[in-house]
């Protein structure tokens, strides 16, 4: 093995392994959702799940239209890696349409909010709100090249935010040869990252932060010994 390839194999390790820290003292990443659901009696069931890191929770709340106001006492549990809140609100009439949803505090740290709306009429929202656009107004009719654009800008973020990501792409660069198959490798990469970021968030996967962290490091090591593979003629 050469110094080259095992000062790269060393240093893919190195980083791996620096991605626990990184995480340990990083502000949340993990998107927050907002599930917003008119119900046929004319009320609202509004969900409020918030990503915990041991027990802190991030300090970002949502602010509804002025037409909702809270009826009855929300409801909260916690759940692994997060805090949800199940809360009911009546309506005083006005539509929803043309009024606009924030999350207050989101500026000041590093996650994203899912939101979605479910009107009685069969009309669904669907948004990212980011600290730099922490407000969303409710448009007559939903946009699905947005809501196809939203999913993949969360995706696409997330890997640019994480420096496990960013590693792994790396390492991906290095190993796949060509232009073409590198597009395809890191787009399949990147379309499969929303898809799990949005399942996540959703509750339809639940996996526990430590393993996951683990598991992502290990990859690198793995993608790592592939590249002296690749380097010293071998097929991995």
């Known amino acids: 093995m050469t110094r080259t390839v ?32 008119e119900q046929a009696t004319g009320l609202f069931a509004v969900t409020w799940k918030v990503p915990t890191r041991g027990n ?16 009855g006492s929300p409801t909260v549990q916690d759940a692994p890696g997060a805090r949800i809140e ?10 929803l349409t043309g009024q606009t949803i924030s999350i207050d505090g989101l500026a000041a740290v590093q996650t994203d909010v899912l939101l979605l709306i479910q009107l009685q009429d069969g009309t669904q929202h669907s948004a990212i709100l980011r600290p730099v656009a922490p407000s969303f107004t409710i448009p007559l009719k939903a946009s699905k090249l947005q809501v196809a654009a939203d999913y993949w800008r969360l995706g696409t973020i997330h890997i ?7 590693l792994f792409v ?3 660069m290095l190993i796949v040869s060509g232009f073409g198959p590198l597009v395809k490798a890191v787009t399949a ?11 996540a968030t959703l509750g339809f996967v639940h996996l526990p932060p430590k393993p996951t962290e683990a598991i992502i490091a290990l990859s690198i090591v793995f ?14």
């Open 170 to 172: 790396l390492a991906l």
């Open 160 to 166: 640019l935010e994480g420096v496990d990501h960013l």
């Open 6 to 37: 095992k000062a790269l194999w060393l240093a893919c390790v190195v980083l791996a392994g620096s991605t626990f820290a990184l995480q340990a003292n990083a502000d949340e990443i993990r998107p927050a959702l907002l599930d917003i659901k």
């Open 56 to 71: 802190r929770v991030l300090a970002i709340k949502p602010k509804l239209p002025a037409s909702l106001t809270l009826f």
């Open 86 to 95: 199940h809360a009911t609100y009546k309506n005083s009439g006005a539509a």
């Open 223 to 236: 993608l790592a010994t592939e590249i002296v593979h690749k380097r010293r003629g071998r097929s991995g």
């Open 189 to 199: 990469f990147t379309l499969a990252h929303s898809i799990t970021l949005a399942l």
